[in-house]
């Protein structure tokens, strides 16, 4: 496998959805098609802190991570977070994922970020492998308000 990582394109989006909504169904998750096109047009906005890259693999997109940046009330400088990790599952096992995370660390590394963190279901076995490998399980606890924002 010859894995090239570069920067989501306009070009990409028939694929990016693929994946994208492999990941969704994973989560076993439905997104309106409107946040759908959101989340796309805030991939390719340069203005907006939301980024994403691929894994080619033979001219094929096979992999596909989002990220930002966040500030931090613990931390002088920001942190990067890994907020979607996705590698199609005909694709799976060879260093695609690991590859994804190392070009996002190095990339919050030249950005000057204090710390790269992600979440997963405590039952993604397969994924806690690979994650297990870069760190211990933080045991932190995620609580959720869904929230109706007033205009």
């Known amino acids: 496998m010859t894995l090239l990582l570069r920067e989501l394109e ?6 990016w959805q693929e994946l994208w909504s492999g990941y969704l169904t994973f989560y076993k998750t439905a997104l ?20 994403c890259l691929v894994a080619v693999d033979q001219d094929q ?7 930002s940046f966040q500030n931090s009330t613990w931390a002088p400088i ?15 096992g060879n260093g695609a994922g690991r590859a994804l995370i190392n ?4 990339i919050a590394e030249r950005h000057g ?6 979440n997963t279901d405590s039952t993604n076995v397969t994924a806690r492998k690979l994650y ?5 399980e933080s045991g932190k606890v995620q609580y959720r308000i869904q929230l109706s924002p007033k205009k």
Do not use: F, M
């Not at 997109?61 to 990220?67: R, S, V």
């Not at 970020?113 to 992600?118: A, H, K, P, T, V």
């Not at 297990?132 to 211990?136: G, Q």
């Open 10 to 15: 306009i070009g990409d989006r028939a694929r």
């Open 32 to 51: 309106a098609a409107s946040q759908t096109e959101l989340t796309w047009n805030r991939l390719l906005d340069p203005a907006y802190d939301s980024h």
């Open 61 to 67: 997109i096979i992999g596909i991570t989002h990220y």
């Open 78 to 92: 920001d942190y990067c977070y890994l907020e979607d990790l996705y590698v199609d599952e005909n694709a799976r």
């Open 103 to 106: 070009a996002v660390k190095e």
């Open 113 to 118: 970020s204090s710390r790269l963190y992600w």
């Open 132 to 136: 297990d490998s870069y760190a211990a």
